[in-house]
Structure formats: structure tokens, C-alpha cells
């Protein structure tokens, strides 16, 4: 059964920083990996998506790496800002399902 | 402009009465989701479908029914809501079996008291 871990559960940095959360996935046969962002009482906003054939994603200060026989995914985001403060959820599409297994999230406060 | 929408966005509902929440998209996706999220929790997927007139339970036990009579349109519905329905509600979909990522819904927050 794949299972889906993200570390850390919570993070506080300063305004500026550069930043690493990582997920970790049981099971290498994924078709793909998504990195979301979810801010307080709101739906999911995808932030990158990584085919299995990837080896990373990036959008603006974000880059997403994928690591299938490991088992791991990095999201990075460089000189954070307070705007993003949010909780950042990742999951994995099973090799043989539809269905998207997620992680519990990392929740991130970047400070002024 | 493509996209998935939810509604209502908030209600607040006494117990018994009966409830449809509302999720529309309009790209035209093969596949909808239902996910619940308690508050500072994990996802959890109650119902899928595959299209029209495919759905099928997920992995969290539910009370709650769906029906996919039109590609565009899955809605949820509870008989009798009761205070344990109080949850966030999450509709997502996805276009095909392995490349297409998700796009999720605003998300209903559902009170039942």
C-alpha cells in the first residue's frame, strides 16, 4: 500500500530564505507526483506536476525534483516571502489507480 | 477559462435536512473525486468516478451519495446531515489514467448543527 510522508510537519523561517520540504513515497511504480498549496479554509491550487519519466519541474522561485528509486521528492523555494504562507501538500498517482495519495503537508509560515 | 467550480462556497445546515453540494468543470475531464478534509488534516477520498454513469466509493467510508449523470456535473449528496458531516468538502478532477495532475475545487465547508 503506498504511503505518503512528508517532513517537515511544520516550518517558520524568515523572509528571504531559501527552503526545502521533502516527501517521501513507499511504493516507486507512480505514474506522476503533484506538489499543491493549500492556504487556510481554501481548495488546492497545483503548483507542479512531475511525470515519473521526470527529474524535476520548475515555476518562478519553485522547483520540484523527483527521485523514483528513492523514493523521494523535493519542493524548493527560493528567497521566500510572507505570501507564501501556506500548507504544501504532496501526492503521488498509484501506478494502477486513478487516485491521488497524499501527504499530510508541511505547514509553512515565512515571517516579515 | 477552464475550470472546476464549487458550491455553495460556505452553509450551514440543521440536523436532518437533506444537502447537495454542487461541483461543475468544465474541461471537459473524464475523471471527478470527492475529497473530505476535517480542519488541519489529511485528504481522504470518499467517491470517484470515471464518467458518465461510473462511480465508485473511495477509501473513506461515507454516507453521503454521488451521481455522474452528465460529464461536467458530480454532485454530492447527503439524505440527513448530521453534526459528524461538519467537514470541508474537496471536488477534483483529472483528464486521463496517468499524466494529467488535478485540478481541485474552492471547496465547500459544510456546519451541520
Known amino acids: 500500500k503506498q504511503e505518503v510522508t512528508q517532513i517537515p510537519a511544520a516550518l517558520s523561517v524568515p523572509e528571504g530564505e531559501n527552503l526545502v520540504l521533502n516527501c517521501s513515497f513507499t511504493d516507486s511504480a507512480i505514474y506522476n507526483l503533484q506538489w499543491f498549496r493549500q492556504d487556510p479554509g481554501k481548495g488546492l491550487t497545483s503548483l507542479l506536476l512531475i511525470q515519473s519519466s521526470q527529474r524535476e519541474q520548475t515555476s518562478g522561485r519553485l522547483n520540484a525534483s523527483l527521485d523514483k528509486s528513492s523514493g523521494r521528492s523535493t519542493l524548493y523555494i527560493a528567497a521566500s516571502q510572507p505570501g507564501d504562507s501556506a500548507t504544501y501538500l504532496c501526492a503521488v498517482k498509484a501506478d494502477s489507480s486513478y487516485k491521488l495519495i497524499f501527504g499530510s503537508g508541511t505547514r509553512l509560515l515565512v515571517r516579515p | 477559462e477552464a475550470d472546476i467550480y464549487q458550491t455553495p462556497r460556505y452553509l450551514v445546515i440543521g440536523t436532518g435536512k437533506k444537502i447537495t453540494l454542487e461541483c461543475s468543470q468544465t474541461?471537459?475531464?473524464?475523471?471527478m473525486y470527492w475529497y473530505q478534509q476535517d480542519p488541519g488534516m489529511e485528504l481522504h477520498l470518499i467517491h470517484y468516478?470515471?464518467?458518465?454513469?461510473?462511480?465508485e466509493k473511495g477509501d473513506l467510508s461515507s454516507e453521503s451519495t454521488v451521481s455522474r449523470i452528465r460529464t461536467e456535473h458530480f454532485p454530492l449528496t447527503l439524505e440527513s446531515a448530521r453534526p459528524s458531516h461538519t467537514s470541508q468538502y474537496l471536488c477534483?478532477?483529472?483528464?486521463?489514467?496517468?499524466?494529467?495532475?488535478?485540478?481541485f475545487g474552492s471547496g465547500t465547508r459544510l456546519t451541520v448543527v
Open positions: 474541461m471537459g475531464h473524464d475523471k
Open positions: 468516478s470515471y464518467g458518465v454513469n461510473s462511480t
Open positions: 477534483a478532477s483529472s483528464a486521463n489514467e496517468g499524466g494529467d495532475g488535478y485540478t
